[in-house]
Nanobody, 125 residues
Framework: QVQLVESGGGWVQPGGSLRLSCTASGSIFSIYAMGWYRQGPGKQRELVAV???????NHADSGKGRFTISRDNAKNTVYLQMNSLKPEDTAVYYCKLAEGVYKSGSLRVGGVAYWGKGTLVTVSS
């Protein structure tokens, strides 16, 4: 079993910054990628950013130029630095871990996905 614990959420004024962290623990066979999703009030959950164990990153358009994802593989930890926050960034931010599986001798995305319980980010005046 794998457990994800997020931290770093809170209240911030527009233009402010927050740094989220997520640490995975438990019976982890292999990690293909870790990422951040968010769900605002009355909205669907959406991808914010993802980073693979090899270091490749992808950021959604909503956060490009403002958000940066990074990871520490040795600590099984992923971070999300959020700058120039806007009210529309208000949401519960969830950490996701995607296990990898070996196919044809290489590690590919697959297996079980695990989710954290989320951390609330509120951006308001």
């Amino acid at each position: 079993q794998v457990q994800l614990v997020e931290s770093g959420g809170g209240w911030v004024q527009p233009g402010g910054s927050l740094r989220l962290s997520c640490t995975a623990s438990g019976s982890i066979f292999s990690i293909y990628a870790m990422g951040w999703y968010r769900q605002g009030p009355g909205k669907q959950r959406e991808l914010v950013a993802v980073v693979t164990v090899g270091g490749r990153t992808n950021h959604a358009d909503s956060g490009k130029g403002r958000f940066t994802i990074s990871r520490d593989n040795a600590k099984n930890t992923v971070y999300l630095q959020m700058n120039s926050l806007k009210p529309e960034d208000t949401a519960v931010y969830y950490c996701k871990l995607a296990e990898g599986v070996y196919k044809s001798g290489s590690l590919r995305v697959g297996g079980v996905a695990y989710w954290g319980k989320g951390t609330l980010v509120t951006v308001s005046s």
